[in-house]
């Protein structure tokens, strides 16, 4: 593989950059591998990445329904954080944060990772004891955590409201410093190369129709590209996590639903935070072109269309606007919607299922993008090692029978009922 | 914007009301002596199909009668809406 590097800048320069070798190929399909990876997004191609290089699985294969990077890992509003209060948690997205802070070399790909932070506003005393409490335990757990006082807030994002009639007055916030943001289709690419470059095949428009099952066990995937045999099969697909469990006769506690984002015109700069309201749901941070990258609230039915519905934009930018009055100003540029596979208490799952050899990563909700470089790593070790990794041992699948539910915030798929 | 149709009061904005999710789950009768894995399955697993969809919609900011309708998960259309308790086999 050709290094990136400033020198294969200039060498390429001289010939019009006509001669750049392809980042990764198109491979037809072998008849069998060892392991199928199935979603060829950001925590698919992180997978095949990780069973390579740190297990030395390389007879792998993405299959990815239509093109790399062009779900969710392409529709994110971009966000790293690890601020969380649950060990299992708050442990598993710090030991992601040390893997994003060592991307760009790792990868030899720049993700232009941007430790910027995070700032949680908070609208009450009662919300700055709840920040307050979160924030011990995340330094309990190592992370880095800053409680702010209005003032504070004031200094680093002096355009939100701090004036005397509002509605949701800010008290302070919590800021986790080393939280930022990272060009999410860089990371796609990234992983592909990499991945690509040890031997994974990446096998685009490949959709997968049904699995072969025999006494238990996986034994291969039926796609449009026709059958292709595997010893093992891990299943990576986010918002159509519902339809391939269907073909399994799997019934999952995870339920699809519509999240949108949205871009304003790009300006100066002026924020230099994430920034996070705390009386609703609405995040914002400004992207380096300029616009101002805002998300929120689901749509609030099961969807699968990945396009959004105007009464939750108008919703969302509702709160932007108490937070951020200077918004109103700004023209939209661009919506967009993604499919979330949002499970019952609000936490992933990375686990084995109860057929040998099929393993399952999803229930990311909304925050699969900061976790891609760890769902990665620790979904690769799971389907490698045929266990789970402490990392992920709380992320099972069988804790909604057990009761260790993981409810950082206690809300599941009905979101919007905070 | 979703129309929804409610059979009590006529065609409205989705804004009036709040989604109450899959109307084909079944809570396991009151009293029955049933597994924890039963009533497990009851609370957390959804089937979440892409396409047709039976869900509870509540009109809260209307008549606060809940509802069923038939949806498209995929296309958002709406075929037909039920009262309650219709359609309780």
Same mark, same amino acid.
């Given at each position: 593989m050709q290094k990136y590097s400033v020198f294969s800048l200039i060498k390429n320069a001289f010939s019009d950059h006509q001669n750049w070798e392809v980042a990764w190929k198109d491979p037809t399909p072998k008849k069998e591998y060892d392991v199928i990876i199935i979603g060829g997004g950001g925590h698919g191609l992180a997978t095949a990445y990780y069973l390579a290089k740190e297990h030395n699985i390389t007879n792998v294969a993405i299959i990815e329904? %239509?093109?790399? %990077? %062009?779900g969710n890992v392409g529709r994110n509003t971009t966000i790293i954080r690890s601020n969380y209060m649950h060990d299992d948690n708050a442990l598993f997205s710090e030991f992601g944060m040390d893997l994003w802070r060592k991307m760009s070399q790792d990868l030899n790909y720049n993700v232009m990772f941007s430790p910027r932070g995070i700032i949680n506003l908070a609208h009450s005393d009662a919300q700055m004891n709840a920040y307050s409490r979160r924030g011990n335990s995340m330094r309990l757990n190592g992370i880095d955590a800053v409680l702010l006082n209005r003032e504070e807030v004031q200094k680093r994002i002096p355009m939100a409201d701090f004036s005397d009639n509002v509605r949701f007055p800010i008290f302070g916030g919590l800021m986790q410093p080393s939280a930022g943001t990272a060009r999410h289709d860089a990371v796609a690419w990234g992983y592909a190369r990499q991945a690509d470059s040890m031997g994974v095949d990446i096998i685009q428009n490949c959709e997968v129709t049904g699995f072969d099952v025999t006494n238990g066990k996986i034994i291969g995937v039926r796609t449009s590209r026709g059958d292709i045999k595997a010893k093992k099969v891990g299943l990576c697909v986010a918002g159509s996590t519902n339809i391939l469990a269907e073909m399994l006769n799997m019934t999952l506690p995870i339920e699809t639903h519509l999240l949108q984002a949205c871009v304003s015109e790009p300006v100066k700069p002026l924020l230099d935070h994430v920034v996070t309201f705390g009386a609703g749901h609405f995040y914002c941070s400004q992207s380096d072109k300029g616009e101002m990258v805002m998300g929120g609230d689901l749509d609030g039915y099961n969807s699968y269309s990945q396009r959004g519905n105007l009464p939750t934009l108008q919703h969302v930018l509702t709160e932007g606007i108490a937070m951020f009055p200077f918004l109103s100003k700004l023209k939209m540029l661009r919506t967009w919607g993604g499919i979330m596979d949002m499970s019952m208490d609000g936490s992933p799952i990375i686990d084995k299922t109860h057929i040998d050899g099929l393993y399952l990563n999803c229930g990311w909700c909304y925050g699969g993008f900061k976790a891609t470089p760890a769902s990665g790593w620790t979904f690769a070790h799971t389907i490698a090692q045929d266990r789970v990794h402490e990392l992920n041992a709380g992320y099972s699948l069988n804790r909604f029978n057990t009761g260790d539910l993981i409810d950082e915030k206690g809300l599941g798929t009905k979101t919007w009922i905070s | 914007m979703l129309y929804i149709f409610c059979p009590h009061c006529g065609l409205r904005s989705q804004n009036e009301f709040a989604y109450g999710g899959d109307a084909t789950v079944k809570r396991p009768e009151l009293n029955k002596e049933i597994s924890d894995k039963d009533w497990d399955n009851f609370v957390y697993l959804r089937k979440s199909p892409r396409g047709k969809h039976l869900e509870l919609w509540h009109h809260i900011s209307g008549c606060r009668q809940w509802i069923k309708v038939e949806r498209d998960?995929?296309?958002?259309?709406?075929?037909k809406t039920y009262k309650a308790d219709e359609l309780t086999e």
């Open positions: 329904k %239509g093109w790399i %990077g %062009g | 998960t995929s296309t958002h259309e709406i075929f």
